[in-house]
């Protein structure tokens, strides 16, 4: 395997977009050097350091939920790809401010070298993990339940969503069109109905993630959902 985890992900098109997402991030990460790690992202106040320390973490988090799968029969899932989110803090909220010190603290006791290869290394183990594991197996994380397939597409959203913020301070294409294409289907879930469709998904998940302010046509689109924009920070 050579940058990332690029591996197969035969009939299920949810793995497939997250090797696919943290494959591009591998080597989004790789590219980065002792100047640009530090460039600013779409997260206010975030490094892309910090986002990449954030993604290991949430790619960490994963990786212990798919290693215990809970016994079947043993519970039932309280959230699914779109409800996940519902509950899910804002960007814009005091808590993320706090996790904003926490994460640039940790981040910093890192070597760019050893940070970049630990997360490369852990999004393969991921994917490897997963592809190995059930799709309808039942997990544990953050405090809900959920299935194996549910959790890759959250993992998905994440890494697109912030693929997006990093290659603001960085050169980059950004995401690719698969993960971009799940993290559309997310968040019209969110929305309750079809997006706008000008522009693309990558507009449109700008748009409803606060990354981008909607145009006069997604304006009228959305009608009075406009109001509930951003609908994931």
Do not use: F, I, K, N
């Amino acid at each position: 395997m050579s940058a990332g985890p690029r591996g197969g992900a035969g009939a299920r098109p949810v793995l497939a977009a997250l090797a696919r997402a943290y494959g591009d991030l591998a080597e989004a990460a790789a590219a980065l050097d002792a100047t640009s790690c530090w460039a600013p992202t779409g997260c206010l106040g975030w490094s892309a350091r910090d986002l990449l320390h954030h993604l290991l973490g949430d790619a960490q988090r994963a990786l212990v939920a798919l290693a215990v799968p809970l016994p079947p029969g043993s519970a039932t899932p309280d959230r699914d790809a779109v409800t996940y989110w519902r509950d899910a803090p804002s960007g814009r909220a005091d808590p993320a401010q706090r996790e904003l010190r926490a994460e640039r603290a940790t981040a910093a006791t890192w070597g760019l070298e050893p940070l970049v290869s630990t997360a490369t290394g852990t999004w393969v183990a991921v994917v490897s993990l997963a592809g190995r594991t059930d799709a309808d197996a039942l997990v544990r994380t953050q405090g809900h339940v959920l299935r194996v397939e549910d959790l890759l597409s959250t993992l998905v959203v994440e890494a697109a969503v912030h693929h997006l913020d990093l290659v603001v301070g960085v050169d980059g294409e950004g995401p690719a069109a698969g993960p971009l294409a799940e993290a559309r289907r997310v968040l019209e879930g969110l929305l309750g109905r079809p997006a706008p469709t000008g522009g693309g998904d990558r507009a449109w998940v700008e748009v409803a993630t606060g990354r981008r302010a909607p145009d006069p046509e997604q304006l009228r689109s959305l009608g009075e959902d406009a109001r509930r924009l951003p609908l994931l920070g």
